[in-house]
């Protein structure tokens, strides 16, 4: 059982870089989130998607773009790092609004 | 902003003792999530509570919603190390009704 899948699991960069990070879900969801966690607190929401070629700024976006070509895949792009950036990144799918969300294991990454 | 304050924000017991978590907010919400999350893993839920005044009950973790639906507790009995892991209240809410997370409190049971 896959669920969400997320890659790379831990990525540095160093400053002005870009890097895609992923996001697969297997369960056919149609709202797909991203999530950046700082150390030892909740997270903030960065995009968010409710189906296919339909995406929305969260509470975070600044520094990140997103695109949904398809239900399964919610890629997130970083087009030039900054340290600011520096975060857990997770990916989560859910059936609809209000329901449960399923999360990734996460990706770690560091810019530096 | 809707905000959902926890605390404490960090706890370290002993393992056998009890505990209690508590997520706080100014605002109304119609439903309050909790979740744990462990070290290197994304959160997973644990219970969602609807019914102001709902007490839910998971093996050793008992989860009360407010009466007015503003607040929300965790109590833990008997912890143990396995229970070592960051809590995270959550509630759907704000203008595009997503998913609030809370300060979240990070618990260590020490054996």
């Known amino acids: 059982n896959a669920g969400v899948t997320q890659t790379p699991k831990f990525r540095i960069l160093k400053i002005g870089q870009s890097m895609t990070l992923q996001c697969a879900q297997d369960m056919n969801h149609n709202y797909m989130y991203w999530y950046r966690q700082d150390p030892g607190m909740g997270l903030k929401l960065i995009y968010y998607?409710?189906?296919?070629?339909?995406?929305d700024k969260g509470e975070v976006p600044n520094g990140y773009n997103v695109s949904r070509s398809t239900t399964e895949d919610f890629p997130l792009r970083l087009e030039l790092a900054a340290p600011s950036q520096t975060s857990v990144y997770f990916c989560?799918?859910?059936?609809?609004?209000?329901?449960?969300?399923?999360f990734g294991a996460g990706t770690r990454l560091s810019v530096l | 902003t809707q905000l959902l304050e926890q605390s404490p924000q960090f706890l370290s017991i002993q393992e056998g003792e009890n505990l209690t978590v508590y997520c706080n907010s100014s605002?109304?919400?119609?439903?309050l999530q909790w979740y744990r999350q462990e070290p290197g893993e994304g959160p997973v839920l644990l219970v969602t509570?609807?019914?102001?005044?709902e007490v839910k009950k998971l093996k050793r973790l008992t989860f009360q919603f407010g009466d007015a639906r503003k607040d929300s507790s965790l109590h833990i009995t008997a912890a143990q190390p396995g229970d070592t892991g960051l809590y995270l209240c959550a509630a759907y809410g704000g203008a595009t009704n997503k998913l609030i997370f809370g300060t979240g409190t990070l618990l260590a049971v020490q054996p």
């Open positions: 509570v609807v019914t102001g005044g």
């Open positions: 989560a799918s859910a059936v609809g609004t209000g329901g449960i969300q399923y």
């Open positions: 605002s109304v919400f119609s439903s």
């Open positions: 998607s409710v189906g296919a070629g339909i995406t």
